[in-house]
């Protein structure tokens, strides 16, 4: 394997036609290089996705009330009802595959009225209500401070969780916004956080507009009384969070005298469901895109063992020669797939960093002009990848020298010698 005069007559044998070799060359490394060339990009689209949701759970759901549809227990169509905090304490108590739920109410503004004032400045944002496990569902980074606890929900404390963007407008660049104060609709509330989306693009940009209170405070403040505006619940992991919904559905149908079939009284979103589309789609782009890659790369492939026959052929009396002085079939045969495993691999290693340099180079340009998006983040090549990318690439210059071997083992040496090319 490691003969040097061996490698040495496959070095000249390669050099003595450098134009064909380079032509040979060029379909493995065009094959090798679009193959990592589309997974980045597929990587690419896969990320930008997974950006723009974050780190929100993925078997999460979300459930609100709409207008019933359908007359029940003497109320009429079109009848307008609200979860209750009851609601709350019966959905965690009754279904035990709940593994976190959190009960969302939103304040007024935050939709061009402004409604925070800060010394001089004045602001619109969103107001927000939670509990402490809304973070568990759709955390945000906090970068300074805490989010909101158990004790501010036990004793309706006035404090606050701010997004970046309005510490941008509230406060100086330098200034420390812990334990300062903020009116919100006139009530004064002190800063415990402050927070960053993990999302990206529009949705970090509303996220970060936000100002997130103690859920049971934002009733208190709203005179909201015991209304709860929406749920977002996830499922324990070993469960799909489809069964959490359909029962928490039933349940409130139950509670608020809704018909069985109105399945439009009670709105809700299944993150698990749309995550699952979304991961279906991106398996079939990774199928897609090593069905069209190792097609390429097979032409390649194809192609060295088209021009390998045609060099067994040009080396018949040379071949004749090795034979007659005592060369084994065993060492033909190694000769030849050694020269072809040697195009291949070379060429492939060549394609491989030449795609994954020309990813680099494009994720460093999305970084510095800020390109990237919730379509197109981050391109780049899993090692595993690059090592079964790799392991093709040696089977696949075994598989192009051995048909030219096994022809060049099968001339006897006489017809050999008699070769006049």
Do not use: C
């Not at 809304?134 to 989010?147: A, L």
């Amino acid at each position: 394997m490691f003969d040097l005069d061996k490698w040495n007559e496959i070095y000249f044998a390669l050099k003595k036609n450098k134009l064909r070799t380079f032509f040979t060359a060029f379909g493995v490394f065009w094959g090798i290089f679009m193959l990592v060339v589309m997974m980045g990009a597929g990587r690419g689209l896969h990320n930008g996705v997974n950006m723009d949701m974050g780190d929100m759970a993925t078997n999460s759901m979300f459930m609100w009330t709409r207008n019933t549809t359908i007359p029940y227990k003497g109320f009429p169509r079109g009848r307008r009802y609200s979860f209750q905090n009851s609601d709350t304490e019966a959905l965690k108590s009754n279904i035990p595959e709940i593994k976190y739920i959190a009960a969302r109410l939103q304040g007024w503004g935050g939709d061009g009225t402004n409604n925070v004032i800060r010394g001089e400045r004045i602001g619109g944002f969103r107001i927000q209500g939670d509990y402490p496990d809304y973070n568990k569902i759709e955390p945000v980074d906090i970068i300074n401070g805490r989010f909101i606890n158990d004790t501010d929900i036990g004793e309706l404390r006035k404090v606050a969780v701010i997004g970046l963007r309005v510490y941008e407008e509230m406060f100086d660049a330098d200034e420390d916004p812990i334990d300062q104060y903020l009116q919100i609709q006139g009530v004064y509330f002190k800063v415990v956080g402050l927070f960053k989306s993990k999302k990206s693009d529009q949705q970090a940009d509303r996220d970060n507009q936000q100002i997130i209170l103690p859920f049971t405070t934002l009733q208190r403040v709203y005179n909201y009384g015991d209304i709860v505006g929406w749920y977002a619940i996830t499922s324990h992991d070993d469960v799909s969070v489809s069964i959490v919904e359909e029962k928490a559905k039933s349940m409130m149908r139950n509670r608020h005298s809704i018909h069985p079939d109105d399945d439009r009284a009670i709105g809700s979103f299944n993150l698990e469901v749309e995550f699952k589309k979304m991961t279906n789609l991106f398996n079939g782009i990774d199928a897609l895109i090593w069905i069209v890659g190792i097609g390429t790369l097979f032409a390649g492939v194809i192609g060295v063992s088209n021009i390998m026959l045609i060099v067994v052929k040009e080396r018949t009396k040379e071949i004749g020669i090795q034979r007659a002085l005592g060369a084994s079939p065993r060492d033909i045969i190694s000769q030849i797939i050694s020269e072809a495993v040697l195009l291949t691999t070379f060429a492939g290693y060549v394609g491989l960093v030449f795609g994954v340099g020309l990813l680099e180079l494009l994720n460093y340009v999305l970084v510095v002009t800020g390109g990237e998006s919730n379509m197109f983040a981050n391109p780049s090549v899993d090692f595993n990848m690059a090592i079964t990318a790799l392991i093709i690439l040696v089977i696949s210059g075994a598989f192009a020298g051995w048909i030219p071997a096994k022809r060049a083992i099968s001339i006897k040496p006489i017809d050999a010698l008699r070769d006049e090319l």
